[in-house]
């Protein structure tokens, strides 16, 4: 019954090849992010869909390609991948706003690895 | 963009020590969060602050949200080893859709 959960759990993969993960959530929320967490912990939102419409997209390069095919699934191909593209990604959701009422609910991740 | 200060960066303390650490911001927000990151896992909420001044426990935790908007400090008494985790605050702003921005986070080690 877990409430947001992606795969895989890891993730290790050569340069140039085409990955994706997958993230779903059953908590009902109309809206789902990706987030990046660099190696010293950072985390950066990549991209958000509200109603499997893209309403954020930060400055990430057209590698990365979300799809949303329907509010409760948010996928994250990535194509040509790159050694500085090693890290864990974060699939999270909530309710519009995303504020404490509605709070980010975080999946517990997807280690990439890139050689 | 909004930058957000977190500190300290790591500590080590003893069981039954208590904890403090804070976030600055050079922007305002009207949200502020704590989340707290288990190895292996997703970041979980800890606390949420809507109202500068506002003062929240959640059992041994205590957060404030700073008078000015641009602050928020997380206090933890009578640490325990499960409380070993990082610790990120987060930021957001009313039209940001949950584009939550996070402090670098605080490592917290807690030794018997």
């Known amino acids: 019954d877990t409430a947001v959960s992606q795969t895989p759990k890891y993730l290790v993969t050569q340069m140039g090849n085409d990955k994706s993960i997958k993230c779903e959530q059953n908590l009902g929320h109309d809206t789902m992010y990706w987030y990046k967490q660099d190696s010293k912990k950072f985390l950066k939102i990549m991209f958000s869909y509200n109603n499997k419409e893209l309403i954020i997209n930060e400055t990430v390069p057209n590698r990365f390609s979300p799809k949303s095919p329907d509010k409760a699934h948010l996928n994250l191909h990535i194509n040509s991948l790159e050694l500085g593209d090693s890290a864990v990604y974060f699939c999270?959701?909530?309710?519009?706003?995303?504020?404490?009422?509605?709070?980010?609910?975080f999946g517990n991740g997807t280690r990439l690895t890139v050689t | 963009g909004q930058q957000l200060n977190q500190s300290p960066q790591s500590m080590f303390i003893q069981e039954g020590e208590d904890v403090s650490m804070n976030c600055t911001s050079s922007?305002?927000?009207?949200?502020w969060l704590w989340y707290k990151q288990d190895p292996g896992e997703g970041p979980v909420l800890l606390i949420a602050l809507y109202k500068a001044g506002e003062l929240t426990s959640n059992g041994r935790l205590t957060a404030q949200f700073g008078i000015t908007r641009k602050d928020s400090f997380l206090n933890i008494s009578a640490s325990i080893p499960s409380d070993v985790g990082i610790y990120f605050c987060?930021?957001?702003?009313?039209?940001?859709?949950?584009?939550?921005?996070f402090g670098a986070g605080t490592q917290v080690v807690v030794t018997p």
């Open positions: 987060a930021g957001l702003t009313t039209d940001s859709w949950g584009k939550l921005q």
């Open positions: 922007s305002i927000f009207n949200t």
């Open positions: 999270a959701s909530s309710q519009t706003p995303g504020d404490g009422d509605s709070p980010l609910h």
